[in-house]
């Protein structure tokens, strides 16, 4: 299940959003028109549009974990426009929820909390899922992990404040410089994800002996991620299937042999 199925994209459905679009300004002119209290770090703002942008007027279903008040979803919702929804998470909600938010209130470092939700919403349902929670390190592996699969492809999953991956005995747990139970050093080895088919295969050489090789339990978990992105602050992951690692040279007439070009199967180690 998708969040842009057929029946939300009809031909008369997409031109009344072309008509009506969800922000005619910049998000930060969202942000400081919003009547409701939002507090976010200035730099966030155009990463926003960057990663967001495409989401416009395409009516998002949006997770966010920790709504507070209930402002940044006001801003999501000026800013995509309408029929918007965005389902609010958060362990001690101050919004009771509008038209466009549903505030669950639940703990996100609880497992048995995001099955109850990937039971109610299913595989694939949300555009967007951002956390922006507790900031506790294993709070955020916790909700990455048990909510990567409730996103579609295409969508975007956005983690935010992962300052807290380097406070050491600081307000939460699991920080500190290359502290491996930090969310930033779990987030690392989602590259390793990404470019898993190298450890079994080298251009030119053929397959490559066994190990080390990528956990299998992540390799399960994230391999449909196409790119992993880091900020300041910010750990932001494209969700779709593998980028495709095929070879091209500007001169059609040259060919390369099957090691230089290698195929899919190749990179698999018997």
């Known amino acids: 299940?998708?969040?842009?199925?057929?029946?939300?994209?009809?031909?008369?459905?997409?031109?009344?959003?072309?008509?009506?679009?969800?922000?005619?300004?910049?998000?930060?002119?969202?942000?400081?028109?919003?009547?409701?209290?939002?507090?976010?770090?200035?730099?966030?703002?155009?990463?926003?549009?960057?990663?967001?942008?495409?989401?416009?007027?395409?009516?998002?279903?949006?997770?966010?974990?920790?709504?507070?008040?209930?402002?940044?979803?006001?801003?999501?919702?000026?800013?995509?426009?309408?029929?918007?929804?965005?389902?609010?998470?958060?362990?001690?909600?101050?919004?009771?929820?509008?038209?466009?938010?549903?505030?669950?209130?639940?703990?996100?470092?609880?497992?048995?909390?995001?099955?109850?939700?990937a039971r109610t919403y299913g595989e694939g349902y949300f555009d967007i899922i951002i956390d922006d929670g507790s900031h506790d390190n294993v709070h955020q592996i916790v909700t990455l992990q048990k909510t990567y699969g409730l996103l579609r492809d295409g969508g975007v999953y956005w983690c935010e404040d992962v300052h807290t991956s380097y406070y050491k005995n600081v307000r939460v747990q699991g920080g500190g410089l290359r502290n491996p139970e930090s969310f930033i050093e779990f987030s690392k080895q989602i590259i390793d994800v990404i470019n898993e088919k190298h450890t079994k295969f080298a251009i030119g050489v053929g397959k490559t002996p066994a190990g080390p090789h990528v956990d299998p339990q992540l390799l399960s978990l994230f391999r449909k991620v196409q790119g992993v992105h880091f900020y300041d602050s910010i750990v932001v992951l494209e969700k779709g299937?593998?980028?495709?690692?095929?070879?091209?040279?500007?001169?059609?007439?040259?060919?390369?042999?099957?090691?230089?070009?290698?195929?899919?199967?190749?990179f698999t180690q018997d």
């Not at 507090?39 to 966030?44: A, L, P, T, V």
């Not at 299937?241 to 095929?246: A, C, M, T, Y």
């Not at 007439?253 to 099957?258: E, G, I, L, S, V």
């Open 1 to 117: 299940m998708t969040s842009l199925s057929e029946s939300r994209n009809s031909p008369d459905r997409m031109q009344a959003k072309i008509t009506k679009r969800g922000s005619e300004v910049s998000l930060r002119e969202t942000f400081f028109q919003l009547g409701t209290l939002c507090d976010k770090f200035e730099h966030y703002l155009p990463l926003y549009e960057k990663w967001f942008g495409k989401f416009v007027n395409r009516a998002p279903r949006i997770l966010e974990v920790g709504v507070q008040f209930g402002g940044s979803a006001e801003m999501w919702y000026k800013y995509f426009g309408p029929e918007t929804e965005i389902v609010g998470i958060d362990i001690a909600p101050r919004s009771a929820g509008t038209s466009f938010l549903k505030v669950i209130q639940g703990d996100q470092g609880s497992t048995a909390f995001w099955d109850e939700i």
């Open 241 to 266: 299937e593998p980028l495709k690692f095929n070879r091209i040279n500007s001169a059609p007439n040259m060919a390369y042999n099957r090691i230089d070009n290698p195929q899919a199967e190749e």
